[in-house]
């Protein structure tokens, strides 16, 4: 896992009238969850653009104070109309105590199934895992090249060393699924897809004979 540095000074007080303070700076809130007491601090909004900004996850090196902590961050709220950062929690981590979190997938190169006229649909974009920080990695690979139509990966088919997968193992990662195209093509190689026989045309009516 990729680490960032972060210094960030320690809240003195506390409410709605402080906040907005605070982000009227572009300073932003913060808070980590510790064993017993958590830690309530702020740092420039441009600190934290390396850790917000980017699908990879980070291990943060805390310094707040003079103390330095180590943490992961849980969960970002943003400004419904600016999207500017409004708050982050962040979790304290230590190297022997396992930490569960959300790791982004990442899916490479191409399916058999796409060039055959498949569509490709992905399910997840994160996968929950439990293990120590240091074999948590920055993001997983799920290698779809062998994927055929019809086929997919569900979270029961991975499987990582030193990591525990959280999430339903019955959950769809990515799919190829029939497409149009490609179900056109299957119908049209299809044994017996021939165009059927023009109809013969109907007998001719017999004319009545003239009388003598």
Do not use: W
């Not at 992961?72 to 230590?94: A, T």
């Not at 982004?104 to 929950?128: D, F, N, Q, Y």
């Not at 997983?140 to 999430?167: A, P, R, W």
Request: hydrophobic fraction near 40%; proline fraction near 6%.
């Amino acid at each position: 896992m990729k680490t960032i540095e972060i210094k960030a000074f320690p809240r003195e007080h506390f409410g709605k009238k402080s906040t907005n303070s605070l982000r009227a700076e572009d300073n932003v809130p913060c808070v980590m969850y510790m064993a017993k007491e958590n830690l309530h601090f702020y740092a420039h909004e441009n600190a934290f653009r390396g850790l917000v900004y980017t699908p990879d996850v980070f291990l943060v090196n805390l310094e707040v104070a003079g103390k330095s902590y180590k943490a992961v961050m849980k969960e970002i709220q943003f400004h419904p109309v600016s999207d500017r950062l409004q708050h982050i929690d962040f979790m304290q981590v230590s190297e022997d105590k396992p930490v569960t979190i959300d790791i982004p997938l990442k899916i490479t190169g191409e399916s058999s199934g796409v060039k055959a006229g498949g569509k490709l649909r992905v399910k997840r974009r994160t996968l929950k895992v439990k293990g120590l920080t240091k074999y948590i990695p920055d993001h997983m690979t799920i290698d779809i090249t062998g994927l055929g139509i019809g086929q997919s990966v569900k979270i029961g088919d991975l499987n990582y060393e030193n990591l525990d997968i959280i999430d339903n193992k019955r959950a769809m990662i990515v799919a190829v699924e029939v497409s149009r195209v490609s179900l056109k093509e299957e119908e049209a190689a299809a044994p017996g897809a021939e165009a059927p026989a023009a109809e013969a045309p109907a007998p001719a009516k017999e004319q009545p004979g003239k009388g003598a």
